[in-house]
């Protein structure tokens, strides 16, 4: 089959054979949210849904839609969740829960995401709480500011003296010792640092 036959069945054909059935389900039973947002070149909204299909007899985890966004602003990503549900004939009532990050846009106690659409869409929204990689990412942070930045200042400074020893490479070919360079340390990102530590226990 060539690729341009490939893609427009699994397009027009597969692809629209799932979402039908994805929309059938959700429109007649409970269902829950899992977003993310990337802002890779573009900043695009995923919407997943989790549901629990009496045939299958297991959740199943579907993707609903991807939409690109101008500005993430929790008005713009809460008018775009409402359109979605609008064309698509989903009822409000039927979502449940929804797992997001645990910013202030998606979860702020005042303005945010969440509290929005329990009270304009879905008052019995269950809170199941925000993203545990949020909430470790908060506390690291919290953790890190005793030491008065002298965690991200070793990192940095670690990676940087790597970088700019050109001739670390040889000596180390010379000595008969493997060379490793550290991870690049990303300071707003709890992974990256401990990515970072994990590398310089190995150097």
């Known amino acids: 089959m060539d690729p341009t036959s490939t893609s427009y069945k699994m397009t027009y054909g597969l692809k629209r054979t799932f ?3 994805t929309l059938k ?10 977003k993310s947002t990337s802002n890779n070149h573009n900043k695009v909204l995923s919407v997943l849904v989790s549901y629990f299909p009496k045939t299958e007899g297991h959740v199943d985890v579907e993707h609903l839609a ?32 929804i797992l997001m990050d645990s910013c202030a846009v998606m979860r702020g106690s005042k303005n945010g995401l969440e509290r929005r659409i ?24 919290k953790l890190c500011t005793r030491f008065e930045s002298c965690v991200e200042d070793l990192f940095t400074s670690i ?10 490479a040889e000596v180390c070919n010379i000595q008969g010792i ?3 360079s550290p991870e690049c340390f990303i300071s707003h990102c709890w992974l990256s640092t401990y990515d970072f530590a994990v590398s310089t226990f190995r150097l």
């Open 66 to 97: 991807a939409i690109e966004l101008v500005t993430v602003k929790t008005d713009t990503i809460f008018e775009e969740l409402c359109d979605l549900l609008n064309q698509n004939q989903i009822p409000s009532t039927n979502l449940v829960s």
């Open 19 to 21: 979402h039908i059935q």
């Open 118 to 141: 329990r009270g304009d869409k879905a008052p019995n929204l269950l809170d199941i709480d925000g993203d545990v990689c949020h909430h470790i990412h908060n506390w690291t942070n």
């Open 159 to 168: 990676f940087t003296d790597h970088k700019n020893c050109v001739d670390l």
């Open 25 to 34: 389900c959700i429109r007649a039973q409970p269902f829950s949210l899992n």
């Open 178 to 180: 493997k060379f490793t």
